[in-house]
């Protein structure tokens, strides 16, 4: 359901809001890459969650080991479009956080497909992982306030919200993971509905709709409003 969510909002999307909004091929090309990743995240948690039954273990972990990569690539998903519209007027601070980003994520997926990542030992050092990356964008946000010159600037009270949402769904959605609440207070009677990780599941889908409208925001506010020209250009 979460890929056809975003299957369905790309084409809208493509054929609709982007045209109405002006949209340049650079535009098309950061959607395109949000979505594609969200709907690979999607597709690697369906593979996961039908095969993980596989009789063989080695299968079964590959399968496992993909349903991980595949949040990476979700999350990565979430930082093109945002760092892209949020510096879209400082190429400079654009490209030092795109790379990052894309290197941070890039060592993460190559740290899963190790053969150690998956084992009980490795679990908390995944823990950790999981949320390294999705924690680092706190830097560019923090950041990008203080470029628009603080909270009292009209876009950084309309965005940072958003922002805040985005990471207060993640943060519910991590701690049902972790937690397993709430089957851990009603053993073998959520197996089938009401578990913690169909609530994670709902969750990330929520969080990446959630962050992707955000996203359109941005790019609006950014084809109505000129950029700003800021004293390190100078
Ligand atoms: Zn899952």
Known sequence: ??????FTLGVYDMSAVLPAAGASREDYVIYSIGLFCFQV???CSVGYHLFCCHRSEKTSRRWMALDYAGISIGILGCYVPGVFYAFYCNDYW??????????MILAVFFAQIHPHYLTQQWHRL????????????VIPTIHWVWLNGGFSALIVQEFVPRVLVMYLIAAAAFLFYISKVPERYFPGQLNYLGSSHQVWHILVVLMFYWWYQSAVYIMKYRHSQPCPVYPMHA
């Not at 654009?94 to 290197?103: D, E, K, N, P």
């Not at 995944?126 to 964008?137: E, K, N, P």
């Open 1 to 6: 359901m979460g890929f056809f969510l975003f």
């Open 41 to 43: 995240c999607m597709l």
């Open 126 to 137: 995944r823990s950790v992982i999981f949320c390294s990356v999705a924690g680092y964008g």
């Open 94 to 103: 654009r490209q030092v956080y795109l790379i990052t980003v894309l290197a």
